[in-house]
């Protein structure tokens, strides 16, 4: 298949995690990166035994751990970081808070990255909106875009400061970059970025043009704006498309385009998947 093909060619490993659901779609997707002097690890994913079993086992195959990196912070990415890390020895931890989990075993370092930061074989880009603390890595001509971007569908976006403003920004960065193959945390490989990238801008802004629309109509409550804009969304995700409309709102509220009386729910402390 073509998809295996590209990750063969870059020396590139999938093990999925069996936590399938209406977020994760197929799950967490846990990618190895091989090296000539060992591998790194893309979100160790849950902290289930047979899964990391799985990913320790491949990391020993391509000659041990030097380092893992973490999109972000959201069980489904992270809560097996501690685990991996018992099985394969302490390495460095690459993510945008320098965060270091409780359990991981002594020697685990922690490297807090930035935008245009090096990490191991990865260039590091911030990538707000799904979460405040999400970044992706680039390894050559391979992306690897954690919640940013899935294989199929599109993502949740959490409300902080400019999330939706940020995603946007971070998603026309990520179109101007040279790459064949994007590897994101759920679904399958994408071995068309540029029309992946350009697909997901099209669905913001279209969101936002119906929601300027609905907003133009006199609607102003959640749910009659979940129901005029977010029609597709089935009732297992009204959750998570409330969460994105609050962003979309926010957003608005800082352009000064929002009217007078909508209601804006809070999720303060909202993490999801």
């Known amino acids: 298949m073509a998809g295996e093909a590209l990750l063969e060619d870059r020396g590139i490993r999938l093990v999925r995690a069996d936590n399938p659901g209406p977020k994760t779609l197929t799950g967490t997707n846990t990618w190895i990166v091989a090296g000539a002097q060992g591998a790194w690890v893309v979100d160790p994913g849950p902290d289930l035994e047979e899964h990391l079993d799985a990913v320790a086992a491949a990391v020993s195959d391509a000659g041990g751990l030097l380092g893992v990196a973490l999109t972000h912070r959201h069980e489904d990415h992270a809560a097996g970081v501690a685990g991996l890390l018992r099985r394969t020895g302490p390495a460095p931890l690459a993510s945008r808070t320098g965060w270091v989990p409780e359990g991981a075993p002594a020697g685990t370092t922690a490297l807090a990255v930035a935008e245009g930061d090096v990490a191991g074989p990865f260039s590091v880009y911030e990538t707000p909106g799904h979460a405040a603390d999400h970044v992706v890595f680039r390894a050559g001509d391979a992306l690897f875009a954690g919640d940013t971007v899935l294989g199929t569908g599109s993502v949740l976006l959490v409300p902080h400061a400019g999330a939706l403003a940020g995603y946007l920004a971070a998603l026309e960065r990520l179109r101007a970059l040279d790459l064949a193959v994007l590897l994101p945390g759920h679904g399958p490989v994408v071995d068309d970025p540029a029309a992946k990238l350009d697909e997901y801008l099209a ?34 995700l009204r959750l998570a498309a409330a969460v994105t409309l609050r962003t979309h709102l926010d957003k608005l509220a800082d352009e000064d385009r929002l009217p007078d009386g909508v209601e804006l729910q809070d999720f303060g402390g909202f993490d999801g998947l």
């Open 203 to 236: 669905h913001r802004r279209d969101r936002e043009r119906r929601l300027v629309a609905a907003l133009d109509a006199g609607l102003r409550g959640a749910d009659e704006l979940l129901d005029r804009v977010w029609d597709d969304a089935p009732g297992i």
